[in-house]
């Protein structure tokens, strides 16, 4: 099945916009627990009001082996009918991207993916090229340091030819490069399989985007502990359907309570966060 | 030990600045072999020939993990006076990053590790926090596609506030987001830790990045299978001393046979890189 089709069924199932990052880590979890364990208690307590799960590759790297058996071990334990999107941020060049995105989709089997553009096209066509998985290309991320690079603005390709001796004295249309990714971005979606990751922790930089590309799938993360706000994320972020943006918690979810409660307590957040969004969507 | 110690110890004491890349690709190795014994061999036959190792971690991941084992027990094997290099190309917000590190400096126990700059200094900063580490920042890769992103000329920021009303007239200075990503990467480098990975296929971009930096330690994979011209290479690439880069080969080296005799064909090759280079540098 389709990625963005079985997203939109899960979505519409559970009427929720809401994507649970599975994040474990050692030192916020409740103590004498395993990974596996914690992400299945999450998963069963939270399957039913979720539209996917975001397992971020790093904090399972971070344990080694036995983090990576969890890994692909929690992916198997989601439900069939709700999407994986596999957080790796991975970019290299073509040769090595193609087994990059083997790793994620066929070993690891996750419905998509997140991967960086530095690299460029051919960096992420072996992702593209699985036209049945999403590809979420990194546009602007929720961190500080995300302004370094993708904040400057910059003169597009076909606007650079010939700009030495005639064209200082004419206005130019100057923009971020992470405009210009989403650009691209839109360019190489041949497949329809192609989204964005904008943080909701920059809902100007959101809003661009969104009226730029008024049909792209965004990933949203920063809501919750990184401090994006909710409503104006919403009002900025969503389509004119008012979907087409998965909102991601992690942190907030999933370590809503140290005790044996964690899972209930996670439960209850992630309920919440599903209600407050469909409030706003659906204007109860 | 250092990093960058080691390193020049073991080019020292090898005469050489090669890297061999261990990407093993089952279609390509001898038939019957298995990835750590393939590995093993190629380290064996060449450790008095190089000047470091580096696995690419997508070439594991694809194998699952029994290919991450294997990773694990090859970076164990590589003779503890010559550093390795995990070309991971890692990139990820604060918080996920600092998982990142762990994963490659700590559970890897990788010498070096190359990194992704799109987001920007606090995706870098974990890497770079790792004083004895090596840390070799993305800045214009050997792929055809690299120039999608990382060529665009951009107006350095310290430029961008006030420019809406009265800097059209005015000539500016434009560069290339790669060279602004050698800039910020010097700017960043207070340990003295960070390199930049730039390849062979680009010479002209390689030498700007020369000139502008002329004692950074460049990473330059792109020679052999990937076509970049060794003597033109190493003409810009060099610093003023005829050292201060890694030239990379993978494939050309570790599947020159395929043979039962692979090892020693990937010494042979390995043996007429390293003394091509020495050719040039010391104009013997």
């Given at each position: 099945m389709k990625f963005t089709d079985k997203l939109a069924y899960a979505a519409k199932k559970n009427k929720s916009l809401v994507c649970v990052g599975l994040d474990p880590d050692p030192v916020l979890?409740?103590?004498?627990?395993?990974v596996l364990e914690f992400n299945m208690q999450i998963i069963s307590a939270t399957y039913d009001l979720v539209c996917c799960y975001k397992p971020n590759f790093a904090f399972y790297e971070a344990l080694g082996l036995g983090g990576m058996d969890a890994l692909k071990k929690t992916i198997k334990f989601v439900p069939k009918d709700i999407p994986v999107i596999g957080d790796a941020k991975r970019g290299d060049i073509g040769n090595t991207a193609k087994a990059y995105a083997k790793a994620l989709?066929?070993?690891?089997?996750?419905?998509a993916a997140t991967v960086s553009p530095y690299l460029g096209f051919d960096s992420l066509e072996p992702f593209i090229n699985y036209k049945d998985k999403g590809v979420f290309i990194l546009c602007r991320t929720s961190n500080a340091g995300g302004a370094d690079f993708q904040g400057l603005k910059i003169i597009p390709m076909s606007n650079t030819t010939n700009t030495t001796n005639n064209s200082i004295n004419k206005p130019r249309v100057e923009e971020s490069l992470f405009e210009y990714v989403a650009e691209k971005s839109a360019e190489w979606n041949k497949y329809g399989n192609i989204g964005l990751v904008v943080g909701a922790t920059y809902p100007e930089e959101l809003k661009l985007i969104r009226q730029s590309h008024p049909e792209m799938l965004l990933l949203i993360p920063g809501i919750g502990a990184q401090g994006g706000d909710l409503e104006t994320v919403l009002h900025n972020g969503l389509n004119s359907n008012k979907e087409g943006a998965i909102i991601n918690s992690s942190r907030q979810i999933i370590y809503a309570s140290k005790g044996k409660d964690f899972a209930e307590a996670a439960r209850k957040v992630a309920g919440e966060l599903r209600d407050s969004i469909n409030k706003y969507r659906f204007r109860i």
């Open positions: 979890m409740p103590p004498g627990i395993s989709f066929e070993y690891y089997g996750c419905d």
